[in-house]
């Protein structure tokens, strides 16, 4: 299985990103550090700035996560249209905004410019590829590569593959995604927002809920998830977190407890009309939360969280069924 999800990552050197937002440079800096070139192109007027000023202020974190051999700054490098960024890439990642219209026609132009071999992997959290892959020259090879924020930290990556995806595309955008240190996951049937971001807005629209009947405030929410479940899911998940909470008999005895609570009106699921009310009570509750703190204080702080919190898991729960991870630690 290994060998094939591997099978052409090794033909990539270069990498072009379309867009340079906080996605498309989060792609830069993990590429980078993994010893890639990097070529970009965004529109906006200060984008070049901004994006070399963001990848020189996260370069000390991914010194201390790791650098590859040869990994360097000066392997990026910026471009005024689409054709100059992708020209040359062995593999393209799509970062534009969140619409379908923009996105379609973006990947149509990319695709002018590159063999029908080099995949284009965009970043979009919950459009369907088979949409945005319609008006491409050779569809088969756009897929998307949807990642988490910050990206140069955090592993997961889901690959979704549209109605003319071919399975060699997903192959070898599995094994590049593991060349540059991420745990690609195949969300194997095209839907909308894939899997991760279905969870969260689950869990999103029954916070609105919550705050929108003025149940609780968003630090009462945020107090509910970091202190206690948000915890176990960094590392068990859902399922295996209550598998392991129930004790002996795990989900089997678990399900059967909590069997009637399924009847009981818990969640409401469907999100709150969106009101300035509710965006007012959302955002004042988490700048209160945020106080005086700078928001460049808060992002360093939560990335040296998460770098210590991997280290923590990699060291005491079971290691990833994928070479190169550390042995676990010996019980006491
Ligand atoms: N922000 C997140 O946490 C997150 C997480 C996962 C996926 N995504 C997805 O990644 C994509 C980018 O999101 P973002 O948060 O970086 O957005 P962003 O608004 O920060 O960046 C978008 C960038 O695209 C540029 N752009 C606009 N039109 C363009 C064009 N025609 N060609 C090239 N560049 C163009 C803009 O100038 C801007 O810099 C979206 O599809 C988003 O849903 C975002």
Not at 101 to 118: F, G, N, P, Q, Y
Not at 207 to 218: E, K, R
Request: charged share 25%; aromatic share 6%; proline share 6%.
């Amino acid at each position: 299985m290994v060998d094939t999800m591997l099978r052409g990552y090794k033909d990539i050197a270069r990498v072009g990103l379309v867009g340079g937002g906080v996605i498309g440079t989060g792609w830069a800096v993990r590429c980078l550090a993994n010893g890639l070139d990097v070529s970009m192109t965004d529109p906006a007027p200060e984008a070049e700035a901004r994006i070399r000023e963001t990848i020189a202020r996260t370069w000390p974190t991914m010194e201390q996560i790791g650098l590859a051999e040869g990994a360097s700054v000066d392997r990026f490098s910026f471009h005024p249209t689409i054709e100059a960024a992708v020209d040359e890439a062995d593999f393209v990642h799509e970062n534009v905004p969140e619409r379908e219209d923009v996105k379609t026609s973006v990947i149509a132009e990319i695709s002018k410019h590159l063999s029908a071999e080099v995949i284009i992997s965009s970043s979009s959290s919950g459009l369907l590829p088979t949409s945005i892959q319609s008006e491409a020259l050779a569809p088969e090879r756009v897929i998307i590569g949807h990642p988490f924020s910050p990206l140069y930290i955090l592993p997961l990556v889901e690959l979704v593959g549209g109605e003319q995806t071919s399975a060699e595309a997903i192959a070898k955008a599995a094994g590049y995604f593991t060349r540059i240190g991420m745990r690609p996951l195949h969300v194997r049937n095209e839907i909308e927002a894939y899997i991760g971001d279905r969870l969260q807005e689950a869990l999103w629209h029954e916070a609105l809920h919550l705050v929108n009947d003025g149940i609780a405030t968003m630090q009462e929410i945020d107090a509910a998830i970091t202190g206690g479940p948000g915890l176990r899911w960094a590392f068990m998940g859902i399922g295996m977190g209550w598998h392991v909470a129930a004790g002996e008999g795990g989900m089997r005895v678990n399900m059967q407890h909590f069997a009637p609570t399924l009847e009981l009106p818990w969640t409401k699921l469907k999100a709150p009309p969106f009101t300035e009310r509710l965006n007012d009570l959302v955002v004042e509750g988490c700048e209160a939360q945020q106080g005086d703190r700078h928001w460049l204080e808060m992002e360093q702080r939560r990335d040296q969280a998460l770098i210590k919190i991997r280290e923590v898991i990699q060291e005491y729960w079971y290691p990833e069924d994928q070479d190169g991870w550390p042995k676990v630690r010996e019980l006491p």
